[in-house]
Structure formats: C-alpha cells, structure tokens
C-alpha cells in the first residue's frame, strides 16, 4: 500500500501492493505442509479474518517412480471497489523417497505473471524465470537438505505424534525460491469445527524462522498428517484454511477489505516544517512476545528503551550507513537494469549531468511525471513493465527509479515503511504502508520518493531489499503488531 499525501495542492492516489503480495505470500507458506492423500485432490477454502476470499487445491500423482504434487491457490481482495485477484500455481516432482528433481511456478497478481522453473541437478539449480514476459537463465545452489511437498510429507510421518516433541524441516518455497526452516511442536488432540462437521485432531504450532520475521502458524492434523486447518495471524488480520469439499471451496467469495487494519494512526497532526526536519518516532508491541527490528539507514537511526524502538529519521542523509554490496549495482528479475529500454531512458535523462546526487534528482523528476496514471489495480509490477505500461502506485515509481539508478551506474535498494498522511480514506493522521528506493550517493544512502513529493521525516523504514516482491513480509509483517506512542521533533536540521 502507499500513502496519498496533498503536495502542492495535488492529492496522489493511494495503492497497497505492498500488502496485498505479502498476503499473497503468506498464503503461499500455509499450504507447506497441506499434504495430499496419495493419489487424491485437497480442496480448502481460503478465509481472511472469517470471510471467503479463495479457495486452494492440492493433489498428488504418481508416475514411475517419480512423485508429482500439484498445488493451486486463486484468491480476491478488494480496496475501495477495486478488486485484485491473486493466483499460483506450483508443481513440484520428486523421487519416491522425496528426493527433489524439479519444481515450478507460476504467480499472477492483477495481470502481472511472474514464471519460475527449475530442474534440480546435483547440488545446484538450473533456473529459467520470467517476469511481465522478460526472462532470464542462470544458476543457483541448491539449499542443502531443502525438501519439498513429498519429502516433507514423508519426514513428518516418520515423527511420532507425542504432546510436546519438535522436530525441524528445511521447506522449499519455488515461488520465492527460498528454503526456509520450519520448527513444529506438536500439541493436544482437540475438537476442531470444519466446514462438513467436526473432527478430533492434533494440534502442531509452527514457526517458519525467515531472518528478522519469524512467521507462526497452527495446524491441525489427523493421525495421516493430512492437514484439515492452517491458521496465521499476520498484519493484524487471520489467514486460514480449512479442507472441505470441491463445491465448498468453490463457493462464491465474500469479498474483504483489509487495509484500514494496516494503517498507524499517529499521535498528533505532523507540521510541514517538523517533517523537513528530523523527528524522533516511539514505537511500541502491542502484541505480547512481537519481535521489532527495523533498520539502521543514513537517514533512519534505531535504539531501544525496555521493549520500545525510538526510531530517529531525518530529512537529509547523514554520514552513516553500510556501503553497498555488488549486487546493488546488478540487474535482477524485478530491477531489470541492463534491458536497452531502461539503459537509453536513462543515459536520455542523464546524458549532459555530472554527479550521481544530481543524476538521482533528475530520475525522480522524470519518474514522477512519467507514471501518468496512478492505479491501484497493478499488484507489483517489474521496472520494465512500468517503463512499457507507466501506470501504478509507489511500489512501480520505487522500482522503476530504482532500476534507472542502477542503469546510471548508482548502486540502488527498494525500501518498503510506513509515510505519514495527513488524511488518508477519510481518516486523519495516519501512517500508510509506502515503498521508495535509496541510492547510494556521496558516500551515504540518500532516500528519493517518486510517488510522493519526495522524502522527508515522515518516512519510517521497515526493511531495504532488491526489489523482489516476496521480500516485503519482513518489514510488513509488523502492521497491526505495533503502535505508535509518540512522534517528537528533534531540531531543525538545515545542513545539507
């Protein structure tokens, strides 16, 4: 999602991409462990805080000696009438002892389709991915010991289901190619309320420990270890799945909107002079055992008092910060910095400037003024597909810029946070979920916003990353699990 902030008498439309691929992920990671019986399919409504938004399937098949699990996800969300369907389809084949051989996947978010194949050889990976049609080739290692469907089916059978035992797996994830470790403890046997009657099955908590964001959810699960619900608090809201028939799962949706449940109301109305100057932001858990990590950036600095963050952002870029690594100048899936379009947009925009710092203010402009129509309806779109079709919210103006930086020679990042807005949907002093990019400019991170009328203290950082959608949980994961307590000016800094 981005914040709508009036400047200069212009209001700009809000989107929440952001949000919506993070709950699209972690849609994705509840299906890990929803094992199909041998030779049958799994149906599942997929509920958003207790209303019907999809429904999942899930089957296996067997051919030689080679298993095949196929798993299909198709969800819709709306804001403020626009509706986003949400789509995945990810085949994985295995040996007969779950030995991974090869996977695939394909994503579809508001029209925008990623692709990703991959054929396991040995201890790495050959990968083939496309992203709004453009692909790319390359190789990656294999996570040693990662399972996938099958073979985390048959290393939880080989568990006995005793109150109290833990056991970890290292799950593979093909849509965002990660291998995450997954840590189940197993609980009682309770009664559980499905769909179709209820049923007396085991309760296992699960922690999916991705760095910085720990992700938790319950199962519950017959003696098979077929599962029958998965549920995950996540953004202030519950994602769930619960088995039940074919025409169950394909009943009609109930339509939800979640997105007010992700804004930050601010303490007190933020002054235009305050903004432009460096402000001092106390941020609280307001869930029990929430872990608050946000990070450290040339503008952002971060300290703790007990269990509290007090998060320093200032205006101007200060001298500190990690310098970058190689491959903040590289182009990537989402940041696609060598494609000729993007290097001749950017050499036309830069030709006749020197210095990176004027190079950088010059692309903002430009992609200000070139995302001509501000849409919600584009769920994440890759830099190349905004320089083909300029339309969408922040996350399109942060990547676009972000590739030209790169195209520039300016070693760049996607940051994705929260940005003040003095009224936002009708609500009045609000943090909104937002994305902008950093670019790494006389020796610091100098934060640029194309979306908006550029940086400025109001931004709090969440996380940096290269782009890639699937990063945003790590930072997004701490909506609705957070307050903000105070909001202080700390003086007006007018250097720089």
């Known amino acids: 999602p ?15 991409s952001a949000m919506l691929r993070t709950i699209a992920f972690l849609l994705l990671l509840l299906p890990l462990h929803a094992h199909a019986k041998p030779a049958a399919d799994q149906w599942y409504s997929v509920l958003l805080d207790g209303r019907k938004i999809g429904h999942f399937e899930s089957s296996r098949s067997v051919a030689g000696d080679v298993v095949t699990t196929r798993q299909n996800l198709q969800i819709e969300l ?31 978010l508001s029209g925008a389709e990623t692709r990703v194949r991959g054929t396991v050889q040995g201890d790495s990976v050959q990968l083939h991915t496309s992203v709004g049609g453009a692909s790319n080739e390359r190789r990656m290692p294999w996570p040693k010991g990662a399972l996938m469907v099958e073979g985390l089916r048959l290393a939880s059978l080989k568990v006995p289901l005793d109150a109290g035992r833990q056991f970890r797996e290292l799950a593979f994830q ?52 077929d599962v029958y619900k998965l549920t995950m608090p996540a953004m202030g809201v519950d994602l769930t799945l619960v088995a039940c028939s074919r025409s169950c799962a394909h009943a009609p949706n109930q339509g939800t909107n979640v997105f007010d449940r992700t804004l930050m109301p601010a303490p007190r109305a933020l002054s235009a002079t305050e903004l432009a100057s460096t402000m001092r932001y106390t941020i609280s858990p307001s869930e029990a055992g929430t872990s608050m990590n946000l990070p450290d950036t040339s503008e952002q600095s971060v300290s703790r ?5 007090l998060v320093e952002v200032s205006a101007h870029a200060l001298e500190r910060g990690s310098a970058p690594a190689p491959q903040d100048f590289l182009p990537n899936d989402w940041l696609q910095s060598a494609a000729p379009e993007l290097v001749a947009v950017a050499r036309k925009q830069t030709g006749s ?13 430009f992609v200000r003024g070139y995302i001509s129509t501000k849409s919600l309806g584009v769920g994440y779109a890759s830099a190349l597909q905004v320089l083909h079709k300029p339309e969408g919210d922040c996350t399109e103006h942060a990547v676009l810029l972000a590739a030209l930086g790169r195209a520039a020679g300016i070693a760049t990042r996607v940051v994705d946070g929260l940005a003040y807005a003095p009224r936002f949907d009708r609500t009045d002093h609000v943090f909104v979920p937002h994305a902008w990019m950093q670019a790494w400019v006389d020796g610091r991170w100098r934060s640029y916003d194309a979306a908006l009328g550029g940086f400025d203290a109001g931004h709090i950082a969440f996380s940096t990353g290269d782009g890639d959608p699937w990063r945003f949980y790590q930072g997004l994961d701490l909506l609705g699990r957070t307050r903000l307590d105070q909001a202080d000016a700390v003086s007006v800094d007018s250097t720089q």
């Open 2 to 16: 981005c914040a709508a902030r009036v400047r200069h008498n212009q209001a700009l439309p809000a989107g929440f």
């Open 78 to 108: 709306d804001r403020a009438g626009t509706r986003i369907e949400v789509a995945s389809q990810e085949e994985c084949s295995e040996s007969m002892s779950g030995e991974p051989l090869a996977f695939s996947s394909i994503s579809r």
């Open 174 to 225: 093909p849509s965002s190619l990660d291998a995450v470790e997954v840590t189940s403890t197993i609980g009682q046997r309770e009664r559980v309320d499905l769909p179709e009657g209820n049923r007396s099955l085991r309760r296992i908590e699960q922690v999916f420990n991705f760095a910085g964001a720990p992700i938790r959810n319950t199962a519950w699960v017959d003696d098979e270890r």
């Open 305 to 309: 008092l007990d269990e509290k963050l």
């Open 353 to 365: 400037i020197s210095g990176d710092a004027e190079k950088m203010r010059a692309l903002e402009t």
